[in-house]
């Protein structure tokens, strides 16, 4: 759950379960960018929505956890990513619903998984082919992997809102300080990690991370005098 995207004229609106959800223009290019198969227009295409749809499927569980708790929720997809609009909730129901979008994201995962193997026990040609393998992979990395990346206690990952949530609600005094330098520390350990397996995107993704925590862990400094 991300800070609020404003709204233009290109934003696409539809809703899901009684819940209201606006896409950014800007999270078509984004999915683009990373479904992008110069050779296979249409696997191309479909990869497009295949991202679309995880990421919706991971706000769609924070919006419905915050639902079953009775406060309304909104879904906006923007960017890499999303968000669902909340309110301030109690220590436990924060992390409950900062864990709802990674766990959603895990069943739904997990749901079409039975189906690819049950697709492959019974011989179909679209699941035992390359390209529902490459289909299932891709699938996997956009559920599974963004799920436990999401999980990472940094802010404003879901990890870090958990970290954020925990530590307010039993060290509130210290709140600020320890949620933020523990997302710069996993942040800078994590960016190294990446650097260590030559994985430029999750190192310029981590950099970035540790980079704006710096920045809002100087502003809290100076905020207090």
């Not at 709204?7 to 223009?25: A, K, Y």
């Not at 949530?165 to 350990?189: C, D, E, K, M, Q």
Request: glycine share 6%; net charge neutral.
């Amino acid at each position: 759950m991300l800070r609020a995207v404003s709204e233009t004229g290109f934003d696409l609106h539809f809703s899901i379960f009684g819940i209201p959800v606006r896409v950014h223009p800007l999270h078509w290019l984004t999915a683009l960018y990373i479904a992008w198969t110069p050779s296979e227009p249409i696997m191309t295409l479909v990869k497009v929505l295949c991202v679309v749809v995880s990421i919706l499927i991971h706000e769609l569980g924070h919006a419905l956890c915050l639902r079953y708790f009775h406060y309304p929720s909104e879904i906006v997809l923007h960017g890499f990513g999303g968000y669902a609009t909340s309110t301030r909730l109690s220590t436990w129901r924060s992390v409950l619903v900062s864990f709802a979008g990674p766990f959603a994201q895990i069943v739904f995962w997990s749901f079409l998984l039975i189906i690819w193997i049950v697709a492959l026990a019974n011989r179909l040609q679209w699941a035992d082919s390359t390209i529902g393998d490459d289909l299932m992979l891709f699938l996997t990395f956009t559920n599974v992997g963004w799920a436990i990346l999401n999980l990472m206690p940094i802010l404003p990952l879901d990890g870090g809102r958990i970290v954020e949530a925990i530590v307010n609600g039993y060290l509130p005094r210290f709140a600020p300080v320890l949620t933020l330098r523990t997302s710069i520390l996993a942040a800078a350990l994590l960016a190294y990690a990446a650097y260590q397996i030559d994985d430029r995107w999750l190192l310029f993704m981590f950099i970035y991370l540790c980079f704006t925590n710096m920045l809002e862990h100087n502003e809290y400094d100076r905020s207090r005098g």
